[in-house]
């Protein structure tokens, strides 16, 4: 590893000249307080910019054993620094000057979810954040000072400000992993209680409009219903009531402009942790999909062949983690594991989406044979799924279903084709004749755009079989 010396010396002897040698400056540098890594550069100024990431020894950060002591705690604390470094980061944005995106500083934008984001990760050694930085230049020519400014000015601050215990305001960062403990504990006595979610008493549930996703200032907050009212006891928080949703409920009724609407998204989004002041920080929803569900569904898609492709798309890397243990764990006792192997490790994928909105265009991109849609409330979703062969709702109707025994044909278009081809159906085994029948009086009033389109596109002969039948007769 070369030293942050280096870097500079570097840096001097580039300067002015031309852009692409910017690429030499790839690799890791030791300064004093962690060690940055430069991992891709830009080809131009104009193009995307510089993937940059620093990484900082968790003992001389300093952060207690209360924050580090499992992946939950660790999640909640890497999300909190994050959006300190997104602040701090945000000052010097575009200070160091020159073309295209010279001088951009980009961190990950964090929403009001707490989700496990490569933007910031804390393992029990190291801190490692990710970012982007435009290598400024004048034109197409390099202009290293400025990004002397930014790796040795601008950058130090916002580290040292950022992943230090000692520089941050030690209280949020306890009552940010306190809040995950408290969340993490309503989610753990949901299936005791024959419960698929809660609502808090005095949560704010709208959002301040629809294409924000921050409460609603001056709302009305939520009042749980007597009859579905619980009391659950908080590691933190101590005694918190609100609405107890059971499973099994199916249908929220209500008159128009209720709340219906904005209930169901708050439910929907209760897989995650949020941020405290979101207002739905205490509305928690059971993690719906089966990992042992889903990795039976994978396997059995993969068996067909070793050229098969099985995918999960899900927004829970609990899931994710869950659902790849069961494949190994079942895997052992299916015939044709060799093959299940060979095809999962050659073309199968696990991924964790940011949303479900990702998770959607991913699938309609992907334009699959089959697609399951477990989730809570499937039909929701049903409308923006627009390349399927074919769906399967629920937790309840697995692939085999459509195999062996459910109604609609399995004759399924494959290969992404999904995208322009229906599945076989009666039309396939159909002709069909198009029927045209004016009157005179009809073909009068528009004769004249007909004669038109015809006469510029050369085809006189066009234009003429329609006029001739409106010339007045001897």
């Known amino acids: 590893m070369q030293s942050y010396n280096d870097l500079q010396s570097q840096l001097k002897t580039i300067d002015h000249k031309s852009y692409p040698l910017y690429k030499s400056l790839r690799g890791s540098y030791q300064f ?3 060690i940055l890594s430069i991992d891709h550069v830009q080809g131009d100024p104009f193009a995307a910019p510089s993937d940059v990431r620093v990484t900082v020894d968790t003992k001389a950060a300093g952060f207690p054993a209360f924050a580090m002591k499992d992946k939950l705690t660790r999640t909640a604390l890497a999300d909190e620094l ?3 470094f997104a602040a701090k980061v945000n000052q010097f944005n575009f200070k160091a000057k020159g073309s295209g995106k010279s001088g951009l500083i980009s961190v990950t934008h964090c929403g009001q979810e707490v989700l496990q984001r490569t933007a910031c990760e804390i393992s029990e050694k190291e801190i ?5 930085v435009g290598f400024p230049a004048n034109g197409r020519t390099i202009n290293a000072k400025e990004l002397e400014k930014i790796l040795f000015e601008y950058l130090p601050q916002c580290v040292e400000q950022s992943f230090y215990y000692k520089n941050l305001n030690a209280q949020k960062v ?6 995950a403990e408290d969340q993490q504990a309503i989610r753990e006595k949901l299936p005791e209680l024959g419960l698929a979610a809660f609502v808090a008493d005095d949560s704010v549930l709208p959002r301040e409009s629809g294409i924000s996703s ?3 200032k001056q709302s009305v907050k939520f009042v749980s219903p007597e009859t579905m009212r619980v009391t659950l006891e908080l590691p933190h928080r101590g005694k918190i009531t609100g609405m107890g949703v059971p499973k099994g409920i199916t249908l929220i009724v209500g008159g128009g402009y209720h709340g219906k609407s904005t209930l169901l998204n708050a439910l929907e989004l209760g897989v995650y942790n949020h941020i405290a002041g979101d207002g739905r920080e205490y509305v928690i929803a059971d993690e719906t999909a089966n990992p042992k569900y889903l990795a039976a569904d994978l396997m059995s898609q993969a068996e067909h062949d070793v050229l098969a492709s099985a995918i999960l798309l899900t927004t829970s890397s609990k899931i994710a983690e869950e659902t790849i243990a069961q494949i190994y764990e079942q895997v052992e006792c299916l015939e044709r594991k060799d093959i299940i192997n060979k095809s999962l490790d050659d073309f199968g994928a696990v991924i964790v989406c940011d949303t479900m909105d990702e998770a959607i265009e991913f699938a309609n991109d992907l334009a699959p044979e089959h697609l399951e849609v477990c989730v809570a409330n499937p039909l929701e979703y049903i ?7 074919s769906l399967f709702l629920g937790n309840y109707s697995p692939e085999p279903l459509g195999d062996y025994y459910a109604g609609p044909n399995h004759v399924l278009p494959t290969s992404g084709t999904a995208r322009f081809f229906s599945p076989l159906n009666v039309d ?3 002709k069909k004749t198009s029927i045209i029948s004016y009157s005179r009086p009809a073909l009068e009033k528009i004769h004249q755009d007909i004669e038109c389109f015809a006469e510029n596109e050369g085809l006189t002969a ?6 001739v039948r409106l010339e007045k007769e001897d």
């Open 383 to 389: 409308g923006r799924l627009d390349n399927a062969g």
């Open 462 to 467: 066009h234009a003429n079989s329609i006029r």
């Open 32 to 34: 004093p307080k962690y």
């Open 174 to 179: 306890k009552e940010a992993v306190e809040l």
């Open 128 to 132: 490692t954040a990710r970012f982007a």
């Open 214 to 216: 921050k409460p609603m």
């Open 82 to 84: 994050l959006r300190n």
């Open 428 to 430: 396939d085994f159909l």
